[in-house]
């Protein structure tokens, strides 16, 4: 059984850093490209970025980018989003995503996980 659990959320003032990470099990995480997904209270879910087998990250969106960064760790089957100059409209529940082609950019995914609160206070 596929599980993503993410954690490294919580509440935080404007302008610091969070860390969130994803734990993958039932899978092996060489196999899938993985991403990261927000979704705020009465928005549609935003693409943050996604990640290759290897490592090479395939951009990110205007809102997020310079500011965070994917990683992975496949050894340890984790995946991680660094999130630097937090805004209040970073404020969302973040999901780890996985799929095994690249339709993490489209909004789609196979596996996802139940997602970890972050809350940027101005």
């Known amino acids: 059984q596929v599980q993503l659990v993410e954690s490294g959320g919580g509440l935080v003032q404007a302008g610091a850093s969070l860390r969130l990470s994803c734990a993958a099990s039932?899978?092996?995480?060489?196999?899938?490209?993985m991403g990261w997904f927000r979704q705020a209270p009465g928005k549609e879910r935003e693409f943050v970025g996604c990640i290759g087998y290897s490592g090479p990250d395939f951009g990110y969106p205007d809102s997020v980018k310079g500011r965070f960064t994917i990683s992975r760790d496949n050894a340890k089957n984790m995946v991680f989003l660094q999130m630097n100059s937090l805004k209040s409209d970073d404020t969302a529940v973040y999901y780890c995503?996985?799929?095994?082609?690249?339709?993490?950019?489209?909004?789609?995914?196979?596996?996802r996980g139940q997602g970890t609160q972050v809350t940027v206070s101005s």
């Open positions: 039932g899978l092996h995480l060489n196999e899938y490209f």
């Open positions: 995503a996985a799929a095994r082609t690249l339709i993490l950019k489209r909004g789609e995914y196979d596996y």
